[in-house]
């Protein structure tokens, strides 16, 4: 059984780390696996949308530190976990949705706040315990320090302490908190307006916020207005725009 499945269906890809016996902690192969299933998602032209979740109880706790301890750094052939949070955030201009489904820690984190929208159950916890175990992190001091306000973030991160899916709404690092039997038809309500719209008009938006952050405004015009010319003669501009003059809905192609 891999440790990440993959499936295609009506143009989503689902991303399930599969490792539910260990709480989806994150061994080399469940590495490599979420490597592959990022870059089909990024590669896929049949693919609009990711949806990322885990099997069972939680959606990843982090790093295996069975593994760890030895044999070192969690790396491959393919990236470390901090060069898929590169790849994920510079990489996919398609959205990402995550489906919080359990317990969600340290790199499992990382992986979760890499999507572009993240939809929890109630019964979520985020944390980032490894001052407890004696080691730094890295998605919580480059990620979470961004999202979130400083000391809120260095308190969670100094103690270890989790918090509930309440809290992280409240601090804004989640998008929506549902009953654990809604968790998936809420992802899809989701995902079903984001694939009703035009995919390449839907990637410029998710492009042009992205590499628009923590640049000056005269760069984020720039980033953003290129991007606005280059979709202006696509099939799917057109469609929209005759689409709005004939008063019916419009069919995309994503060209």
Same mark, same amino acid.
């Given at each position: ?53 885990? &099997?069972?109880? $939680?959606?990843?706790? /982090? ?7 030895? #044999?070192?750094? @969690?790396?491959? *052939? ?86 509930? &899916?309440?809290? $992280?709404?409240?601090? /804004? ?7 654990? #039997?809604?968790? @998936?038809?809420? *992802? ?68």
């Amino acid at each position: 059984m891999p440790q990440v499945e993959y499936e295609v269906r009506d143009r989503v890809a689902y991303i399930t780390m599969n490792r539910p016996e260990k709480l989806n902690a994150m061994s080399h192969e469940m590495l490599q696996g979420l490597w592959d299933a990022f870059t089909n998602l990024r590669d896929d032209d049949q693919v609009w949308l990711g949806i990322v979740t885990g &099997a069972g109880k $939680a959606f990843s706790v /982090g790093h295996d530190l069975m593994e760890m301890r030895t #044999s070192g750094k @969690m790396a491959d *052939t393919t990236g470390s976990t901090d060069e898929l949070y590169l790849f994920m955030a510079t990489q996919i201009t398609k959205p990402i949705i995550a489906a919080v489904n359990g317990i969600c820690l340290a790199q499992g984190a990382g992986v979760a706040l890499g999507a572009d929208i993240r939809v929890a159950s109630e019964t979520v916890q985020f944390g980032w315990p490894q001052a407890k175990r004696g080691i730094s992190s890295i998605s919580g001091p480059v990620i979470l320090g961004q999202r979130i306000p400083i000391g809120k973030a260095l308190e969670i991160l100094l103690t270890g302490d989790f918090i509930t &899916a309440t809290e $992280a709404l409240e601090l /804004g690092l989640i998008n929506h908190v549902v009953p654990p #039997s809604e968790l @998936m038809s809420k *992802t899809m309500e989701i995902a079903t307006k984001i694939l009703a719209n035009a995919p390449l008009a839907v990637r410029g938006m998710k492009a042009a916020t992205l590499r628009g952050m923590d640049k000056p405004l005269t760069e984020r015009l720039e980033i953003a207005t290129q991007i606005y010319d280059g979709l202006q003669d696509t099939a799917d501009a057109k469609e929209g725009l005759t689409a709005f003059l004939e008063k019916r809905d419009s069919v995309f192609r994503g060209n």
